[in-house]
């Protein structure tokens, strides 16, 4: 983000039963923005990372079974993530949790600094959604992702 005076940041949780959505941004008073979108699905690792990398190519790091993976300007989480009163074998694949985290505006940080910027942004995301909704999964989550490999 542009070097700004003060930052604001928002965020939202919705929820019912087995569905969830949580949204959270931070917006400079230079106007740049970083938010992202917490939800629930149900989908393989695999699948996942293939319709992410349908759109370019990405960078992946993983810290357990969270999974993350960056683009140029955007990044996504995965966790796996039954919602309370849900039972982990109704899910087609595998319930998750999954984040997804983009800028909006000017940026001070460009190439890998911002793709590790937007992933741990949105691994943070993860980690917050995650203890909300009381995901079924016992998880420890480590402080940040390890760093993504260089572009």
């Not at 959505?21 to 393989?44: H, K, L, M, N, W």
């Not at 982990?88 to 460009?110: C, F, M, S």
Request: contains cysteine.
């Amino acid at each position: 983000m542009p070097s700004a005076r003060s930052a604001e940041e928002r965020g939202k949780l919705r929820r019912g039963r087995g569905n969830y959505f949580f949204a959270c941004y931070v917006r400079t008073s230079g106007g740049s923005i970083i938010s992202g979108e917490a939800q629930p699905g149900d989908a393989s690792p695999s699948s996942w990372r293939a319709w992410y990398a349908s759109d370019g190519k990405v960078s992946e790091v993983s810290a357990g079974d969270v999974k993350a993976l960056t683009l140029e300007d955007s990044s996504a989480v995965y966790a796996p993530c039954t919602p309370p009163g849900m039972k982990p074998g109704e899910a087609q694949q595998t319930y998750v949790l999954t984040v997804d985290a983009r800028t909006i505006g000017e940026t001070r940080a460009h190439g890998d600094e911002l793709r590790q910027v937007l992933a741990g942004f949105a691994y943070q995301l993860d980690r917050h959604t995650s203890r909300a909704v009381d995901c079924q999964e016992s998880r420890t989550f480590p402080k940040e992702l390890p760093r993504l490999p260089a572009a």
